[in-house]
């Protein structure tokens, strides 16, 4: 098994020499499976910060004769009496 990255941080591996040296394989093993929370952690946070950044498909035009239109026909008549709406 090789590391992602051509070059690992140096802090990297002292972490992970100074766990296994205190604490053994268990250490280990909880190190791993800490890191492996993390980093879902850390992918689920980049896949979201990824999609904010993706281009919004621009609105469709609006039709202005269609608002009017739509005004107009939703427009309620002043002069009708309200009691006949009921």
Excluded: C, H
């Amino acid at each position: 098994m090789q590391p992602k990255t051509p070059e690992v941080d140096p802090m990297v591996t002292t972490t992970v020499k100074n766990v296994r040296d205190r604490f053994g394989a268990e250490g280990l093993r909880d190190l791993i499976a800490v890191a492996t929370m993390e980093l879902r952690t850390a992918e689920s946070a980049e896949q979201r910060l990824a999609s904010l950044s993706e281009p919004v498909p621009a609105p469709e035009p609006v039709d202005a004769a269609d608002t009017q239109a739509w005004l107009a026909y939703t427009e309620v008549d002043p002069d009708r009496d309200t009691e006949t709406r009921r």
